[in-house]
């Protein structure tokens, strides 16, 4: 494979070089991995930014239909947009919800859009370091907007956070009591809440809605790094495209006020360092397992813990000193 001929193409914007290095970077074999750092290496330009909007929200709430209405809107405007997504689910089936060929599919035949389905892999952390990895390569290729898309379940919004400039949380119109339901966690991560199908009968409830949660957030914390009146709640429709505009204008917005306030260089130095550290983290982890001695011993101890003949801390500590030995 000629990696020099990739970098080329990919920094010229080609979306099926595109295509093709992202297939070499969610690879697992090895000769591919160093392959994919060397073209990490060659195509890291400085000055090539993209802002990185992720997108949670549960199976439903609209998270197609608003990519596909939001994504025209920026294409529209002549800017360049890549789709990613990060699918818990490919990591327990191999096979992904997002990776559906049927969603959003005016915006797959822009010109102006790149689409991509979550890559699958055995575990999520596995999902989400390639995601990392396919964002700046697309801003690379010269994207103005990386979405990177996932379903609200735990950990994978963490994870989709921890590679966003600004994190969007999706929710549908619903009852006050069903606020609750929200995890408080995913409250403290998202810099604006869309309250999405603010159409039609759904538009009073989505108002309703709107306010509690304006309410809650307002309750709940100030940051530092949000300017006067953010974590924002909003309304929106992906179908009418009510809101959808006046949404791109405070995303600018925020993004602009933490650029001028050195927010956006701290935030992504410490994504920067996160993923360093998730990527040391990992790397160990693999050791562990390519080893068949240490393979075995994970077993044992697993399985003395498992049957109660161990306590976890303990048998973690046997294993970890096993890794010293071995040294
Ligand atoms: P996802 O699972 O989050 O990707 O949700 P989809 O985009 O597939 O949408 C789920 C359903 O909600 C579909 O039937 C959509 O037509 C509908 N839907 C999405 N956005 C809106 C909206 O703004 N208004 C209304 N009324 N329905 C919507």
Known sequence: MDIDDLARRVLAGERRALARAITLIESNRADHRALALEL???????????????????????KSTFIEAFGKLLTARGLRVAVLAVDPSSARSGGSILGDKTRMEELSRDPNAFIRPSPSQSQLGG??????????????????????????????ET??????????????????????????????????????????????????TRSDYAGALHLMRKRPEDPEGFPKAMTVSAVSGDGLEGSWDEMRALADWRRAHGHWERRRASQARHWFEEEVRLGLLARLSESPEMRHCMKDLGDSVASGRMAPFAAAREMLAKLDAAR
Do not use: H, W
């Open 127 to 156: 999902v989400a370091r390639r995601t990392r990895e396919v964002v700046t390569l697309c801003e690379a290729a010269g994207f103005d907007i990386v979405l990177i898309e996932t379903v609200g379940v735990g950990q994978s």
């Open 159 to 208: 994870m989709v956070a921890e590679m966003s400039d600004i994190f969007l949380l999706l929710l549908a119109p619903a009852g006050g009591d069903e606020l609750q339901g929200v995890k408080r966690g995913i409250m403290e991560i998202a810099d604006m809440i869309l309250i999405n199908k603010a159409d039609g009968e759904l538009k009073a409830v989505a108002n309703r």
């Open 40 to 62: 990490g290496a060659k195509t890291a330009v400085a000055g090539r930014e993209a802002l990185r909007l992720g997108l949670s929200g549960t199976p439903g709430v609209g």
